[in-house]
């Protein structure tokens, strides 16, 4: 067997806050990146890839917004508008990667999957509505769009009359496909799936799978995708070289080695704030608590030199 | 051995150029639509589902136009915007097929694959682009985009001053990753592939796999999946129960069977004039000339009653 491991790519991976977002950031910044997966590769790894879309499928939904403004084009609900990211950026990497194993000499196969993952619908998070999505508006027009379709509204710090749009983000149950999924990565193919956390699904009462307007988040359907395949490392890349403790304060420290209950510890004193860190720690937490032999939270770049980054494993 | 066929969904079994392009309506159609291929399912046909994308990539180019006029985001390019109605589209076809299939009682797996479709770099296509997209502008927009873009225009019958942006139609040479689809439905799922013609892309003289501004005919590179993946039947599903010979003259006539000399004939005659026919006849015959042992050119309803439909063999 060979070894397998589920890296995700971090939104920033593809496209960063501070760039416009052009095709030629977005090719230029995943390029970047995907080089360093073949380091992963070179040692005999199995791949499944999954990424974020966070700053791909903002732009989609200010498009459908504008759209609907310009044409009376009709919005589409956010599992499409997801859907859609996933198609646009899983081409975008394979087609990249595809060059890259090329000039290296590596003959390996890559196929991108379509994915839903499904949510529970009595998740306590649909009472608590906590992710921003889309376009900041005024609140004069968000109350009319609570009015005429239902969404929630929270208040941005991007401004004094700024409003964005709340969804839901459910924890991920299953993986559509994941042994479809795990059936390729084992045949060597390297697999990308589950872009943006995957489409938010749920079973209804009939046992039919419906739509929701949810976001997932990715490093936590990553996780769950890396235990459903048993997968033995799951690299959640991020724009850090390490996880620090009581980061940005006089006792930010650099948390190089983590074993579970010591993770558990610094997730419950908060000791990861309140930003983007603590889901990806839950995530690592949860990957060696369900069979994962250990996860490894880094930047894409450090992977050549493989003693960088923060490693969570089950014990010491 | 199974028997094998290649479905290729029209554009209008999805969203009817008469219809606003709600979700609900587009939900509605390929629920009507992929019912039909119920028929085909229960007579032990594994199967392949491809599908146009004309109205939804259409409205994800306004919306791109739309986005950067209201909101400064970069437009994508037409690879890209393939690539997120493959997303939707396959993930839309896919959830709903699911639920068909579980109130049918038949257990039988589905899987989207983003599929690149490989052209011919010098394919003389590119010397006259004539597929038209997007939205239409006026002459004085248009020579502006001409000017920025290097975009192509042609006049558009919709009005005095109505400019629409050409793109090339590059005949398919290669699937890519087609040996995993052929895999994969030989194992007993069904596969979503190659939508919208695929996302076009060439080799470049590295041989490095490179975007294109392109359209590639739906209908062209399902017959073509359908020759490399070794299918028996190739389904071109469209608004019309059959074909007909002189369309909307005084000598119209149904064509209920055509062998591979007749097909040519007609071809060679004009007999199928200028529309969207003749294309899905080149298709339909480039599969039986290839190794297929009949192409169906029909509406989704007529798969029930199996004699309805201008079926399409190399010999009588």
Redesign the interface.
């Known amino acids: 067997m060979k070894k397998l491991a589920v890296v995700a790519l971090g939104g920033n991976a593809l496209l960063r806050g501070d760039e416009?977002?052009?095709?030629e950031e977005q090719n230029k910044n995943s390029v970047d990146t995907l080089k360093n997966l073949v380091y992963l590769i070179k040692e005999g790894y199995n791949l499944v890839i999954s990424h974020g879309n966070g700053p791909q499928v903002g732009?989609?939904l200010?498009?459908?917004?504008?759209?609907q403004?310009?044409?009376d084009?009709?919005q589409?609900?956010l599992?499409?508008?997801v859907?859609?990211?996933?198609?646009?950026i899983?081409?975008?990497i394979?087609?990249n990667l595809?060059?890259i194993l090329?000039d290296e000499g590596i003959n390996k196969?890559v196929?991108?999957?379509?994915t839903?993952v499904v949510v529970d619908k009595d998740d306590p998070a649909f009472q608590n509505p906590t992710k921003r999505v889309g376009?900041i508006y005024t609140s004069a027009q968000a109350e009319d769009l609570k009015a005429k379709k239902g969404w929630e509204f929270k208040k941005s710090p991007k401004g004094n009359d700024a409003w964005r749009r709340v969804v839901p983000s459910p924890k991920p149950i299953e993986i559509i496909?994941e042994s479809?999924i795990r059936d390729?990565v084992e045949a060597g193919?390297i697999v990308?799936a589950s872009g943006g956390g995957g489409?938010p699904?749920f079973y209804d009462n009939e046992?039919?799978?419906q739509?929701l307007e949810a976001v997932i988040d990715k490093d936590s359907a990553s996780s769950l995708l890396a235990q459903h395949i048993g997968a033995s490392e799951l690299y959640i890349l991020t724009d850090v070289p390490f996880v620090y403790a009581n980061y940005g304060t006089p006792e930010q420290e650099i948390l190089e080695f983590l074993d579970a209950k010591d993770t558990r510890k610094h997730i419950e004193n908060g000791t990861f704030g309140e930003g983007s860190m603590a889901p990806k720690i839950e995530a690592a937490l949860s990957f060696v608590e369900n069979g994962g032999l250990k996860s490894v939270i880094t930047e894409a770049k450090q992977l050549e030199d493989r003693s960088v980054g923060t490693r969570i494993t089950k014990e010491y």
């Open positions: 416009k977002g052009t095709i732009n989609i200010m498009r459908n917004d504008a759209g403004d310009a044409y084009i009709p589409m609900p599992d499409i508008c859907a859609d990211s996933q198609g646009g899983a081409y975008m394979e087609r595809r060059n090329k196969n196929v991108s999957i379509v839903q376009k496909n479809i390729l193919n990308i489409i699904v046992k039919n799978l739509p």
